[in-house]
Each structure stands twice: as structure tokens, then as C-alpha cells.
């Protein structure tokens, strides 16, 4: 089955056929001014426990989501990441879609018992709003992915997602997880590395994180490079099409 690429990262596309994927929150971080951990001078003896809410929806239209409470729990300091008891909050089997979204909301509460609402009193309350929607295509297949997402710089989560396309062929699959680019981080200049024939010609393009090509060739080969010099350093994705498959990596500038 072949996957055609994208050029925008931020709007689904339908070529993936039947999805399984896990999504899965394993830490959060907040800067809010938790008081339970004293620290001068955000706190002035008020209880401002950080709360957090996220949400996981798919291209499908499912959703799941799980609230944090942290009533009394001086181990969430300002702007610490804390490890939490591993919590899935996305999980389907089957399903058509091309993307993961994460939404996310927070609020500081003032209350004696913590809830998962804001009430009357509570402390920068920040709405539901998407933070980050991710493309499976950015996402390595059968692998997991460890990404970090956070809602207006305030509240933080560390996110591993899984998927697998259910129709990929063998031969795909071998592909995708013998796709590499190295070295990574790179000053620019990088080559690729996969369980093909060091003759096999293949093609790449370059997309940068809002979807811009900045780099396309054709009838490459493994021993070739690839020259990103110039570009400004941050994060970029590598399309590879070989066998009828695209392969995806992403790539870090310095």
C-alpha cells in the first residue's frame, strides 16, 4: 500500500487505512504557583494546586481524555516535571483516521478539594484548546514516540504514542523500521540509512514544522547526502518513497 505525501502539517489527510494506536501520558509539568511547596514568592499561603485536563481525539471522531488533580502535593513544584503513574488516554483499534490531536486545559485551584472544573476563585483558568495535532505520518510507525506538548507555556505533558497501520505489508514495515538518518542532530549535512539495495534509488522531500517544503530530490541512493545548510536549526521531517511506501524521520538542525 502506498502512502502519498503532504505538504501541510497541520491538516489531516486520508491516505492511511485502518489505524491502531495507544496515546499515553507519563509526566506533567505546570508553571503555576503550587503552594503546597512553598515556593517564595509565588505562594502567600492560598492552596493554588495545579490541575491539569487532556484530551486525545482522532480523524475518526473518538475521543478520550483524564484530569490531574494535586491536592496537597508538594513533589509539583513550579515549573518541575513530575512522574506519574502511567495513564492512557487514548486507545483505539481499527479505526480510519490520520492524525492524533491533543487538546489540553489547566487552571490553579483555590478550593479545599481539588476538582477537575474550575470554580468561582480559581486562579488563571486556561480553556480547552488543541495544543498540538500530529500527523501519523510524523510519527514512527510500531515505535514509541515520546513527544512533549504544553498550553500557552503554562501547563506541560510528556506523551508516548504508538500506532501501527493495519494493512502495511511486510516488506513495509521492514522498511520502517530500518529507517534512519544519521548524524542526528546534524549541522546539515546527513545521509540515510535503510534495508534496501545500496543501488536502489529512492526520493526525498523536506518539510519543515508548519509544512513547508524546503527540500525535494529525486533518483537518490543511500550514499548520497543530503545539504541543509543555510536552514535555520530546529526540527524537520524527512519523506522518503521507496517501494511505493513513504518513510518518515524527523531531524534536528543544531
Same mark, same amino acid.
Given at each position: ?59 475518526? +471522531? ?38 492524533? %490531536? ?30 498540538? %495535532? ?70 526525498? %522531500? ?27 536549526? +530546529? ?20
Amino acid at each position: 500500500m502506498k502512502k502519498f505525501l503532504f505538504t501541510l502539517l497541520l491538516i489531516p489527510f486520508c491516505s492511511f487505512g485502518q489505524i491502531s494506536y495507544s496515546v499515553t501520558v507519563i509526566k506533567l509539568k505546570a508553571k503555576a504557583d503550587d503552594c503546597d511547596g512553598a515556593i517564595f514568592p509565588f505562594c502567600s499561603g492560598t492552596i493554588q494546586d495545579p490541575t491539569f485536563n487532556i484530551w486525545c481525539l482522532d480523524g475518526a +471522531g473518538n475521543e478520550g481524555t483524564n484530569c490531574w488533580t494535586f491536592d496537597d502535593d508538594a513533589s509539583i513544584n513550579y515549573n518541575i516535571w513530575k512522574d506519574i503513574l502511567d495513564v492512557q488516554i487514548g486507545s483505539q483499534s481499527n479505526v480510519n483516521t490520520s492524525y492524533i %490531536q491533543i487538546d489540553m486545559a489547566g487552571f490553579e485551584s483555590d478550593q479545599a478539594f481539588t476538582s477537575c472544573n474550575s470554580n468561582l476563585g480559581d486562579d488563571e483558568p486556561i480553556d480547552r484548546a488543541m495544543v498540538q %495535532q500530529f500527523p501519523l505520518s510524523s510519527l514512527n510507525e510500531g515505535v514509541v514516540n515520546t513527544v512533549q506538548v504544553s498550553l500557552n507555556d503554562v501547563y506541560f505533558a510528556e506523551l508516548e504514542i504508538e500506532w501501527y497501520d493495519l494493512y502495511a505489508s511486510q516488506d513495509e514495515l521492514s522498511l520502517l523500521s530500518s529507517f534512519i538518518v544519521y548524524p542526528n542532530p546534524t549541522n546539515g549535512v546527513f545521509k540515510t540509512s535503510m534495508n534496501i539495495e545500496d543501488s536502489q534509488e529512492f526520493s526525498v %522531500q523536506v518539510l519543515d514544522m508548519v509544512g513547508r517544503k524546503i527540500y525535494a530530490q529525486e533518483n537518490m541512493i543511500s550514499s548520497d547526502e543530503i545539504n541543509l545548510s543555510g536552514n535555520e536549526p +530546529g526540527k524537520y521531517f524527512i519523506y522518503l518513497e521507496v517501494n511505493g511506501a513513504i518513510l518518515v524521520e524527523s531531524i534536528t538542525l543544531k
